[in-house]
């Protein structure tokens, strides 16, 4: 069904900076909340970033707050992840995810609300 297809991961140093981008297999415009999640080695996979179907609203990661943003692209049907001032607690699998429905225009941030998910990229920050 629905294919999320993601790019832009790669190795930085510390304070450097990424932009992740998710291209989604459909129009999202008006009907797809979109988010980002990461796995680091060795724990468990958690909420980042996340925009409503609107993009009116935008939720983080208390630890990314003021460094990331996630960004819609109707036109383009994708989601970006601009990631500043990385830290190397940041390296992790970054997985841009899809939800689809007629909930309210909010951000969800629990993994199991989003029903469609990328192939994961890989974030390394060194130093």
């Known amino acids: 069904q629905v294919q999320l297809v993601e790019s832009g991961g790669g190795f930085v140093q510390a304070v450097g900076s990424l932009r992740l981008s998710c291209t989604v297999s459909?129009?999202?415009?008006?009907?797809?909340?979109l988010g980002w999640f990461r796995q680091p080695p060795g724990k468990d996979c958690e909420f980042v970033a996340g925009i409503s179907r609107s993009g009116f609203n935008n939720d983080y990661l208390d630890s990314v707050k003021g460094r990331f943003t996630i960004s819609r692209d109707n036109d383009e049907n994708t989601v970006y992840h601009l990631m500043n001032s990385l830290k190397p607690g940041d390296t992790a699998v970054y997985y841009c995810?899809?939800?689809?429905?007629?909930?309210?225009?909010?951000?969800?941030?629990?993994?199991?609300?989003?029903?469609?998910w990328g192939q994961g990229t890989q974030v390394t920050v060194s130093s």
């Open positions: 459909l129009r999202i415009s008006k009907i797809c909340t």
């Open positions: 995810a899809t939800a689809m429905g007629t909930w309210p225009d909010t951000v969800l941030r629990l993994s199991r609300e989003y029903g469609a």
